[in-house]
């Protein structure tokens, strides 16, 4: 059943955004600490686990794969709802600090990345 | 008549937006064949014509919430906001490879404090060419360059100006907006284009919507890779901020 799929992705979903809510209060500070991507990883265990105990029906999947397909047009809603001017409005030094951080980083990648390549091989 | 049409739109809002945004990607993809071959991706159009939507809707309303500021068009906010995106980025994760994550986690782990230090030193240094001596003013900004949310929750503790805190949150936006647009244009030169690099990418930039973005863009495919590492930046940012970078900070000026 369609709603199984939907079922299991809501339950990662909430277990771990409510462990990041849990490790936010734990290490003192007003944020949710990674609850997101402690959710991904759940199920990213999960459904590397194929074998008899966890084996999801094709039907099932589409619970999960319908979501993840929506992700494209759940982002374009995302950009169309950004506060653009208030980006725009903080003039000259907001937009350089922004600009010149995402230069930096960007410039970091290749960097960064070389080290997970020497690992590969 | 049209007030019939538009209490139909205002009182099935998510609705009217699951069409507004399904015509908006119908018309980027046509963009996208039609003017460049297909080379720039249609929903890298999407998204820059949803940000040019936003700023033309924030300039009338004078609101906050770009599009979602326009009654007709509120749904934009319910299905762009966190709750649809969190959800949908846990979404990408099913199938995603294990093997990947445990062979390049700590890479990925330690660009989350990486990409949290270099952002604020940028935005720090910024602050400081700008006038500004205030250690409290210097950090908010700083903390503002790495995202839009660490900014003010780094200001309120510290006790920053709203006047500060209002440029840390106008910075971290530029930031978000930056990496939706840029990503695709630089992936290639940047090399993003396999699960390694996007783990690394996501923890460097950390704006959890600029990533989402910048990966949809570029190959949806990197998405759960990107997002995962990206998602502990904030934390990780609201941590070091005002604790040890505000120490940092105070120590030199």
């Given amino acids: 059943m369609v709603i199984y799929g939907v079922t299991l992705l809501a339950a990662c979903y909430l277990v771990g955004v409510f462990a990041g809510e849990l490790l936010g209060r734990l290490l003192g500070i007003d944020a949710n600490v990674g609850g997101v991507g402690i959710a991904m990883l759940l199920l990213i265990i999960l459904s590397n686990l194929r074998d008899e105990r966890f084996h999801l029906k094709p039907m099932t999947e589409t619970g999960v794969t319908f979501w993840s397909a929506m992700y494209i047009p759940i982002v374009i809603a ?44 | 008549m049209s007030e019939a049409f538009s209490s139909t739109l205002t009182a099935n809002s998510l609705i009217a937006a699951f069409v507004f945004v399904g015509l908006v990607l119908a018309l980027s993809n046509w963009i996208s064949n039609k003017f460049t071959n297909g080379r720039i991706h249609g929903s890298a159009i999407a998204i820059s014509l949803g940000l040019v939507f936003a700023y033309v809707a924030g300039v009338f309303t004078g609101g906050t919430r770009g599009l979602a500021d326009i009654a007709l068009l509120s749904g934009v906010g319910l299905l762009g906001g966190a709750m649809f995106r969190d959800f949908a980025i846990v979404a990408t994760a099913y199938g995603a490879d294990l093997n990947t994550l445990k062979r390049a986690g700590w890479v990925g782990a330690s660009s989350v404090i990486i990409g949290v230090v270099l952002s604020f030193i940028v935005g720090a240094v910024i602050a400081v060419a700008f006038g500004y001596t205030d250690p409290i003013a210097v950090t908010t900004i700083g903390a503002g360059a790495s995202t839009y949310i660490v900014g003010p929750v780094t200001g309120t503790a510290l006790g920053a100006g709203s006047d500060v805190i209002a440029l840390s949150v ?6 978000s907006i930056l990496v939706m647009i840029g990503t695709p244009l630089v992936a290639r030169r940047i090399g993003l284009n396999n699960p390694s690099s996007a783990l690394v990418y996501g923890g460097l930039m950390g704006t959890t919507s600029g990533v989402a973005a910048g990966l949809a863009a570029t190959d949806p495919k990197l998405v759960p890779y990107g997002a995962m590492t990206a998602t ?10 005002p604790s040890v970078l505000y120490l940092l900070i105070e120590a030199i000026l």
């Fill in chain 2, 232 to 241: 502990f930046y904030t934390g990780v940012g609201c941590l070091l901020a």
């Fill in chain 2, 170 to 175: 106008a910075a971290g936006l530029t930031k």
């Fill in chain 1, 78 to 121: 995302m950009a169309a709802k950004q506060n653009v001017t208030g980006a725009l409005s903080g003039g000259w030094m907001a937009i350089l600090a922004g600009t010149l951080a995402v230069t930096a980083s960007f410039a970091m990648i290749p960097v960064l990345a070389r080290f997970t390549e020497v690992r590969d091989e």
